[in-house]
């Protein structure tokens, strides 16, 4: 088993509806949860980062995390065509180390 | 502001060749600093950190290696390339310390080992 499983996808929405995405862990020692999106053939850029338990809204992006569940959410709201990327999760305990999921591919048609 | 930077964005190398990838950050001092490598549909994997100077630390047995000659400098390499090794590298760095766990990407290394 992984220690992080997240869907693939590929997820294709209409613009303006909410893409929800999650990932599911098995370490409970993490703490540390942070959402990354990745446009095609760039770099990772760190989207939104919530520490422990909890909601967490920037602009049109909320970041949930409920421990007792070992899941973690990303809902976007209004999505646009620009939101069409790539979602990595990311999550790490008290350490150096970050592990990821394998990453959502989400389309946003126009 | 801090950035990062690395080259090339994009490599075609053939087998038994030698590499070299390099990786810089401004803006910062002392961070920590991370090589992974990234497979289609498989997430990150992580092969090499560093919390200073001359401190490489690895975590995948692999024909590749890493240097760090400077405070922000960051060198990833290889003797003779394998088929395998091709894929999407990418470096990142942490606040000094790393208390939040937080790291950030640069644009990232595309390499076609042929």
């Known amino acids: 088993q992984k220690e992080v499983e997240q869907d693939p996808g590929p997820l294709s929405v209409p613009e303006g509806a909410i893409v929800s995405l999650n990932c599911t862990y098995s370490?409970?020692?993490?703490?540390?949860f942070m959402w990354y999106r990745q446009y095609s053939r760039k770099g990772p850029e760190l989207l939104m980062y919530t520490y422990s338990s909890g909601n967490k809204e920037d602009g049109r992006f909320t970041a949930q995390v409920d421990k007792s569940s070992k899941y973690i959410s990303l809902f976007i709201r209004d999505s646009q065509p620009s939101d069409s990327a790539t979602y990595l999760c990311a999550m790490s305990a008290s350490d150096y180390k970050l592990s990821f999921g394998a990453g959502t591919t989400v389309t946003v048609r126009a | 502001s801090q950035t990062i930077h690395q080259w090339p964005a994009t490599l075609v190398q053939p087998v038994g060749s030698p590499l070299s990838l390099e990786c810089t950050v401004e803006?910062?001092?002392?961070?920590?600093l991370y090589w992974y490598r990234q497979a289609a549909g498989r997430g990150l994997q992580l092969l090499f950190y560093?919390?200073?100077?001359?401190?490489i630390s690895s975590e995948v047995p692999q024909n590749l290696s890493a240097s760090r000659p400077q405070d922000r400098q960051f060198i990833l390499s290889s003797k003779k390339l394998l088929l395998s090794d091709s894929g999407f590298y990418l470096c990142a760095w942490e606040a000094p310390g790393g208390a939040k766990n937080i790291q950030y990407f640069g644009a990232g290394t595309r390499l076609s080992v042929l």
């Open positions: 560093s919390v200073g100077i001359g401190q």
């Open positions: 803006g910062t001092s002392n961070p920590n």
């Open positions: 370490n409970s020692a993490f703490q540390y």
